[in-house]
């Protein structure tokens, strides 16, 4: 199984694979160690222990924008020469580069809280994004933010 995630203490990105025996995930740039208590790898964050998940294609968005433009430019290229059938035809085929790349990238479970994507195991079952659960933790981090806002605020006017 592998996990890409951020460092909740240090921020660094971290790319790492553990196989069934190592349940601990670790940082590789300070000491950090997720406390998150692992009963099933699927049902929660291993990074955070966040319950929602949401799956979606681990496809990077960079691919698909480059595919997309080089089959634009190609085309209008075909068009400038009068070659309509042609530029009709590269576009057809980078679309279906682009459905066939989709269809065969693997699928990646992303954490509402942390953002920690995790791959590997069967998760095709795994709901897809929802914005009503995206929404509760965005509400969630922002009221963690005031909180710790008014405590640094209160320790200051007290010291
Ligand atoms: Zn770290
Ligand atoms: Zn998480």
């Given amino acids: 199984m592998k996990l890409r995630f951020q460092c909740p203490k ?3 990105q971290n790319d790492s694979s553990n196989d ?4 601990t995930i670790h940082c590789n740039s300070c000491s950090w160690e997720s406390s998150a ?4 790898e699927y049902l929660s964050c291993l990074v955070c222990g ?3 998940l949401w799956r979606q294609k681990d496809f990077p968005q960079a691919i698909g924008l480059s595919c ?3 089959g634009a430019i190609l085309s209008l290229t075909a068009w400038y020469y009068y070659r309509p059938i042609l530029a009709i035809g590269i576009l057809l085929t980078f679309a279906a580069l682009d459905i066939i790349l989709f269809a065969v990238m693997p699928d ?3 954490c ?3 953002g920690a994507r995790h791959s590997g195991g069967d998760i095709s079952e795994h709901p897809t994004f929802d914005h009503q659960v995206a929404e509760r933790y965005r509400q969630e981090k922002m009221r963690l933010e005031e909180a710790a806002r008014t405590t640094a ?3 200051s006017a007290s010291g």
Avoid: H, N, P, W
């Fill in 10 to 12: 240090c921020e660094a």
């Fill in 108 to 110: 990646v479970l992303v």
């Fill in 68 to 70: 997309v433009a080089a």
């Fill in 37 to 40: 208590s692992q009963s099933d």
């Fill in 50 to 52: 966040g319950r929602d």
């Fill in 112 to 114: 509402y809280r942390c």
């Fill in 20 to 23: 069934e025996s190592d349940k």
């Fill in 153 to 155: 605020r209160s320790k």
